[in-house]
């Protein structure tokens, strides 16, 4: 799928990443073992972020955030509304 694509993909909202703004269920059931077991590094990498709904919710919880999304649009939104809520959270186009 090409970018072009995916950003109508986006703009239709026909996944649950481009318009639910809570993290999935499972990885906020996998929040409790990781906050419990992670002794020294709390940084966390989204692939394929879309809107950044995990990586917000983990940045939310004490992580320090990567979020590699393909779409330049998803990117921009992700870094303005992390530097917004000034969370440990930077999104980059790859």
């Known amino acids: 799928m090409t970018k072009e694509l995916w950003s109508k993909e986006y703009l239709s909202k026909g996944i649950p ?21 992670l002794r020294t590094s709390r940084r966390g990498l989204d692939l394929g972020s879309g809107k950044g709904r995990n990586a917000f919710f983990l940045a939310e919880n004490g992580f320090e955030m990567i979020a590699l999304e ?4 998803n990117v921009e939104q992700i870094n303005a509304k992390a530097k917004e809520k000034q969370l440990s959270l930077k999104a980059i186009c790859q």
Do not use: C, G, I, K
């Open 17 to 37: 990443s481009s318009y639910r703004q809570e993290a999935t269920r499972a990885v906020a059931e996998f929040l409790p073992f990781l906050t419990a077991n």
């Open 70 to 73: 393909w779409v330049n649009e």
